[in-house]
């Protein structure tokens, strides 16, 4: 099997076909020259962005103030990261 991918010396023609078939099929998906640049550089913007997003989300999330009421006055302690309350509520 190995020896068929080195080379086409000793093939006959359907062989020759069938092995330039099955190298054309491994690289189907793969991009070269600008169209590989442009998609690298987009995949590195959307890593930025969404990395950005996620840490501004964390940041708000964590600094908001308990969502309970007590005695119709809303809680002034921080709520717990990932929650909506504080640990005394919780």
Known sequence: GSSLLTGPEGLM???RENL???KCLR???QRYGVEA???RQLKER???AT???A???HTTRSSQRCLAFVDDVRCSSQ???MTRHCLARI
Do not use: C
């Open 13 to 15: 023609a359907k062989e």
């Open 20 to 22: 330039k078939r099955l």
């Open 27 to 29: 690289r189907y998906r």
């Open 37 to 39: 640049l442009l998609h």
């Open 46 to 48: 959307r890593m930025l």
């Open 51 to 53: 990395d950005g997003a």
């Open 55 to 57: 840490q501004q989300a």
């Open 79 to 81: 709520s717990l990261p």
